[in-house]
């Protein structure tokens, strides 16, 4: 009761706000859960030297994903997407060694096991996650202003990255499959377990089958690894190669615009390679496109439209349609799902907007996650791993674990969205 009165008592200096999309947040409806957010970093923020029975040792401190005292269930370890996430909001002076020290441990995994696996623990080097690596490489390099000679060491590792992981064709990275394109893997070779490496653990989107689709957001992020080597060997004076690196990319678009973009939906889907169609479970994954910068004007247009499909009274959807298998009794549960939003889908499909110009859009949709995740708080003291945004308030659907608090990548992309969104 203790955690809740304490809310009350500071959350009743904030100001009047409501859901209305026509109602914006003040930075004094925010300062409070703002400052919660602060002071909860040292807890997320761990250092661990040397391996550690399970726990691989970093030569730098790191943020992990959620902290809860007493709690028996626990993220204390590093991983590879969240990283890149919680650290948007934070690229000042303030937090520049730790930034840049999340990213030196991302480098040195990989230089230790040529993968960067999905967590830093032993049993996780099987299977990696959504390779964020050149993102979060550019970010530091302009948000730090660092020399060409440090861009060129980093990408260096990105490239072998790419190569030995993402377009593998044996084991243990069986992951460019057809035509180019690749998939999720894991060396066990269970579906189950690939769909752990999108990140999306768990989802319909592949109906159990991972190891069967081309997903769209995994083949969008490699595109934008292709853009971005372009972009790198065009700074450092490389023209030939920003060619190469530019005429892969047209490649993979032009053959997921073949096999991903369905003109009836007006979305990129899924590709069951082995079925040879597309999948019929419509997610935000359609969006990590726009977020890259590989769509035309056309199609921007068509995503912008079919966000109706996602977007609701406290965001966006993770899926447009409720999976019948989170009705079934004894099925695996679909956190990755409707009604459930999460914040990192929010933070790609609200960049994706501003890259292409919907600024209106982009706005609209961070004030209403904004909110959801502020209601939550003013109410519990606490910030969630997902939200219900169809019901603000109501529990999110849980997953395979247990539900987290505290959590890294929801306050990080609050405090983003409030930097970009509520001080401007």
Known sequence: MALFSKTKILTSSVGQWSFRPDKYLLPKDVLVARQYIKAYWPKLTKFHPKDDESLLGLPFPYLVPAYEEGHEFDFDELYYWDSYFMVQGMLDTEHKELVMGILEDLLHIFKRFNAIPNASRTYLTGRSQPPFLTSFIWDVYQGYKLDN??????????????????????????????????????????????????????????????????????????????????RVARLLGDMREAAEWETAARHRKATMDELMWDKNRDLYCDYNYVKERRGNVNSLATYYPLWAGMVDEHQAKHLVKALKRFENKGGLVTTDALPIGQYVLGAV??????????????YLVVKGLQRYGYQT????????????????????????????????????????????????????????FCQEFVDK
């Open 361 to 416: 859009d982009a706005r609209r949709i961070a004030q209403k996650w904004l909110k959801t995740n502020l209601a939550w708080f003013q109410k519990y003291g606490v910030f969630l791993e997902k939200y219900n945004v169809v019901v603000p308030g109501k529990p999110p659907t849980k997953g395979l674990y247990p539900s987290q608090t505290g959590f890294g990548w929801t306050n990080a992309i609050f405090e983003y």
């Open 333 to 346: 549960p679909m956190q990755w799902a409707y009604p459930n939003g999460w914040a990192p889908l929010h």
């Open 149 to 230: 000679k440090w861009l060129a060491r980093a990408i260096d590792i990105a490239k072998k990255e790419y190569e030995t992981v993402w377009m593998g064709t044996t084991k243990p990275h069986v992951r460019q499959v057809y035509r180019g394109l690749s998939r999720y893997y894991d060396v066990n070779y269970i579906n189950d377990l690939a769909e752990a490496e999108s990140g999306w653990d768990m989802t319909p989107r592949f109906g159990h089958k991972a190891l069967n689709y081309l997903p769209v957001d995994l083949n969008a992020l490699l595109y934008k690894y292709e853009m971005d080597f372009a």
